[in-house]
């Protein structure tokens, strides 16, 4: 994977991206611009990373989509920005445009009963603090618990959440911090390919992204734009550039946004 010591001296690539008709910035949210917290609900963006994206939805030749696991509104929150971004959360299961406009897409029979029954189970086992339900999307956070119980908790959530989703039509999904059950088809390549038919040849395309979950977007981005893993270790991964975060992604940022 291209690194930024040498993406950031790449004279062409720079130059390529300053005549291209738009930028497209297609970017998660926890662990690429907000670090990894215990509550997952103050997961702030890392310091200036607020202030650059909102200069970059200000600019014409610049379009910047949320793509996250957490819910549209949650996410809004979070952000803080001054206008509505454009979001797709849950997993490609609902879309926030920047005029208001809100999609809900379907959920597979069966799903929302199911989903249901997992978020039941973990309150009877005492998880309520751990719980993010979100449209189509129950997700399980363990950062919150002690480390000695950690380990108890995710053993848990897999053997039951896994059960329940073989028999009930569900997807069950790990990611860093936690574990998920969604309905089929919530998953971030929903969005992405969805963002693709709507750019043009001359657009360029990023996502940036940093946990398993965003490998479906690396996979559904691949020749169409360019994959960008959010890391401090090297991991393996269908991402072609790799920035360090925050220093090296808020970098990045501000680099397209004086090039633009």
């Given at each position: 994977m291209k690194r930024w010591s040498v993406i950031q001296g790449?004279?062409?690539f720079w130059s390529d991206l300053s005549k291209a008709r738009r930028c497209v910035l297609i970017l998660d949210y926890d662990g690429t611009l907000a670090p990894f917290v215990p509550n997952p609900a103050k997961a702030v963006p890392y310091d200036g990373v607020r202030e650059v994206i909102e200069h970059l939805m200000e600019n014409p030749h610049c379009r910047v989509v949320f793509v996250t696991g957490r819910s549209c509104d949650d996410l809004v929150r979070l952000l803080?920005?001054?206008h509505q971004p454009e979001v797709w959360g849950s997993h490609g299961g609902e879309r926030l445009l920047p005029n208001g406009e809100r999609?809900?897409?379907d959920i597979a029979p069966g799903a929302e009963t199911a989903l249901k029954r997992a978020e039941a189970m973990a309150r009877e086992a005492g998880y309520v603090d751990n719980l993010e339900v979100k449209p189509g999307c129950v997700a399980f956070h363990l950062r919150s618990l002690d480390d000695d119980v950690q380990d108890e908790a995710f053993a848990w959530v897999?053997?039951?959440?896994q059960s329940l989703a073989d028999g009930g039509g569900l997807t069950f999904a790990t990611f860093?911090?936690?574990?998920?059950?969604r309905s089929p088809g919530f998953t971030k390549d929903t969005a992405v390919l969805s963002i693709l038919e709507e750019?043009?040849?001359d657009d360029v395309v990023f996502y940036l992204?940093?946990?398993a979950t965003d490998e479906d977007a690396f996979a559904a981005i691949t020749g169409q734009g360019i994959g960008i893993l959010v890391q401090n270790e090297d991991r393996p991964s269908l991402a072609i550039?790799?920035?360090?975060p925050p220093e090296e992604v808020l970098a990045f940022l501000s680099a397209v946004d004086k090039t633009l």
């Open positions: 790449d004279e062409e803080g920005l001054p999609q809900l897409f897999s053997n039951h959440w860093d911090g936690g574990a998920e059950v750019v043009g040849d992204g940093d946990d550039w790799v920035l360090r």
